[in-house]
């Protein structure tokens, strides 16, 4: 799912990689080669799972304020078009090179994203090189007709779909327009030509024979996978390095003048409170298998050695009952350092959930189908924070959530906040190893959403426009920033070479090849493609603490340039690097601005490069971490387009 997080009330926010369209971009292109090549795969050799990048497009509401995803039509503007919503896609098609793309529920400007042509077969196939196949979302088919009623019978509708671009259907139910129930008839009528049917299914058997699902299994080497090649130990030992590299540090802060409460040391006692404290499939999300197997916090505090002194629930995620409080408060006040797991749930069924039962319905809920409608700490929770922290002022908070929370009081009066989001099947052994900072764990991630205060929710769910969201564009006060994160360590940068002049020319040489060059098989090559404007850093841990930092690299147009049109981005993330450094350490890092990221969006979305004076930053003074620097970048030479919607679009609109 690369579809982009810009609200934190969307249910299935969760799923996706964060806000930001560059971030959904490489992950995409990197997860996407890996799925169907493996790390270090080629892509010409034979599938080994064919991958499908959803939602396409602009899908990021489940069932807000009597909105609903089937029926939903996105508003959207050319310009916000080419800057905010293509660009992962065109990342997953041309970087990763995608073999699927599922279409969504939603309308764009009026046209069922599952008929949209223009979209689906203009920009996707004819401008960006989309070869595969693309399937609905399981009954967005019946929803053309159904629920936009942009088609009047049903033989119109599977027609609108295949001529539209849409090669398969996921049926939603029996008796719901649907390719299996309809496609014949439509042929019949006239409706649809059975050349377009020929087209989708020469994309869907392409797929099958890349696959090899065709081929004697003993000439695939993939036709004995099973699920004991899943869960093996080097998968394991995968899964629990990447919670904790996902672990984000909000505060860390001394208590009385005294030491900051983390990392806890192995000789002090601890009290876990909170609904979250022994949950399990919470932890895996809301699109995970079914009762698979995860480690919670109590069971990795237990089997780790921590001193524990117990633990009580206090009360749950939602509802008015305070009478675990006591018990908790009376806890915390025997330990050395409390620590409090509160948050979100993905899960609906009680089955899930863990011991006991961790469960929700109203704004603690976050999954497909439900979007929240607060985005603060529900039920309980906040108060037994409150008590929790007058009684043991060394008390921790731990998130475990999908969506950005309002916690406006625990960023003030809590020293310590460790974000684990939902941190997969070992996210109970990364909680505790990052809070003890067991064998060498330090918290080095950084936020992928904006954090917005409680009044956020005033804002109308149903408005596509990024006036005033996303770090890109947000200019009021946030409780943390895209791209927040300290660490148990301190560091420094300090430039070693930077690029103070580059010609269109040549940015726009390397734009047309650029996800040639930067995307597989070259993805999984550490700096295999290098930007005209380049810039190398050194980075430094001057800390006590062996860590990972993470450097993030923005570009800013001129101030000139930003008065002048209110609609340009305050600054675009333009490219990332993880280091891991032991004290003293040091290591130079290249960062490479992509020539898109340089480039200016019309109100008609022409996409071009021009000349102009741009600021390029490594960190960002509210980002934690090192003290950012920054260098100036000029643009020269003639304007170069890079992209534009097709005119189509435009009578679309009409």
């Not at 989309?130 to 019978?153: K, L, P, W």
């Not at 011991?355 to 409608?373: F, I, N, Q």
């Not at 090559?525 to 850093?537: D, G, I, L």
Request: hydrophobic share 40%; glycine share 8%.
């Amino acid at each position: 799912d690369i579809n982009l997080f810009k609200d934190p009330r969307w249910g299935r926010g969760q799923e996706v990689p964060g806000e930001d369209p560059f971030l959904n971009g490489e992950y995409a292109m990197r997860w996407i080669h890996a799925f169907q090549y493996g790390v270090d795969g080629d892509s010409t050799q034979m599938l080994k799972a064919l991958a499908t990048a959803k939602h396409a497009f602009d899908y990021d509401l489940e069932d807000w304020g009597g909105f609903d995803r089937s029926s939903f039509n996105a508003v959207v503007s050319d310009r916000d078009q080419v800057e905010y919503y293509f660009p992962a896609w065109r990342a997953a098609v041309q970087g990763g090179r995608v073999g699927s793309v599922m279409c969504s529920y939603n309308a764009v400007n009026g046209v069922p994203s599952c008929a949209n042509g223009v979209f689906l077969n203009q920009v996707m196939r004819s401008e960006w090189g989309f070869e595969g196949a693309v399937v609905s979302d399981c009954g967005a088919i019946d929803f053309i007709q159904s629920a936009h009623h942009y088609t009047s019978d049903p033989n119109k509708t599977v027609a609108a779909a295949v001529l539209g671009g849409c090669d398969a259907d996921c049926p939603g139910g029996s008796k719901q327009v649907s390719y299996v129930n309809d496609l014949k008839a439509a042929v019949e009528s006239g409706d649809l030509p059975e050349t377009a049917l020929d087209r989708s299914l020469h994309r869907l058997w392409t797929s099958v024979f890349r696959l090899g699902l065709l081929d004697e299994p003993s000439t695939s080497p993939f036709a004995s996978l099973d699920m004991a090649a899943i869960d093996t130990p080097a998968t394991r030992r995968l899964n629990l390095e990447s919670a904790i590299q996902s672990m984000v540090l909000l505060k860390n802060e001394p208590v009385n003048g005294g030491e900051a409460v983390l990392p806890i040391s192995i000789k002090k006692s601890i009290a876990l409170i909170g609904p979250h404290l022994n949950s399990t499939q919470d932890l895996l999300s809301d699109y995970a298998p079914g009762r698979w197997w995860a480690v919670s916090p109590l069971e990795a505090a237990e089997r780790l050695g921590t001193r524990l002194v117990g633990f009580a629930h206090g009360c749950a995620l939602e509802g008015n009952d305070t009478s675990g409080i006591a018990d908790a408060v009376a806890l915390a006040s025997e330990a050395d350092i409390a620590v409090v797991f509160v948050g979100l749930s993905p899960n609906k069924d009680p089955t899930n959930a863990g011991t006991p039962p961790v469960t929700a319905t109203g704004s603690a809920l976050e999954c497909e189908g439900h979007d929240r409608t607060s985005i603060t700490l529900q039920g309980q929770q906040q108060e037994l924070i409150d008590r929790v922290l007058a009684a043991n002022p060394r008390t921790v908070v731990v998130l475990v959530h999908g969506g950005a929370l309002a916690i406006e009081s625990v960023r003030v009066n809590v020293p310590a906040i460790l974000d684990a989001h939902y941190p997969g099947q070992l996210g109970g052994d990364a909680i505790i190893r990052v809070l003890f900072g067991m064998d060498g764990a330090a918290p080095a991630g950084r936020l992928t959403t904006t954090y917005y205060h409680s009044d956020f929710i005033e804002r109308n769910m149903t408005d596509m426009s990024l006036h005033n969201i996303t770090y890109k564009h947000f200019t009021g006060n946030t409780l943390w920033e895209f791209g927040y994160g300290e660490s148990y360590s301190t560091f420094t940068m300090k430039w070693v070479n930077t690029t103070n002049v580059v010609a269109t020319d040549l940015l726009a040489a390397a734009h047309r090849k650029y996800f040639k060059e930067r995307g597989a098989p070259a993805v999984t090559s550490v700096n295999e493609w290098q930007s005209p404007a380049s810039f190398r850093a050194e980075v430094s841990n001057t800390g006590l603490v062996r860590s990972d930092y993470v450097v993030l690299g923005f570009v800013s147009a001129s101030p000139l340039r930003l008065a002048a049109d209110p609609l340009e981005p305050r600054k675009e993330l333009f490219d990332f690097a993880r280091v891991s450094l032991a004290p003293g350490e040091s290591t130079i890092v290249r960062f490479d601005i992509p020539p898109a990221v340089l480039s200016h969006i019309n109100d008609r979305g022409v996409e071009s490069l021009q000349q102009g004076s741009y600021t390029v930053t490594l960190g960002g003074e509210n980002l934690g971490g090192a003290p950012p620097i920054s260098t100036i970048l000029n643009v020269v030479g003639p304007d170069h387009v890079l992209f534009f919607l097709p005119a189509a679009v435009q009578r679309q609109k009409s």
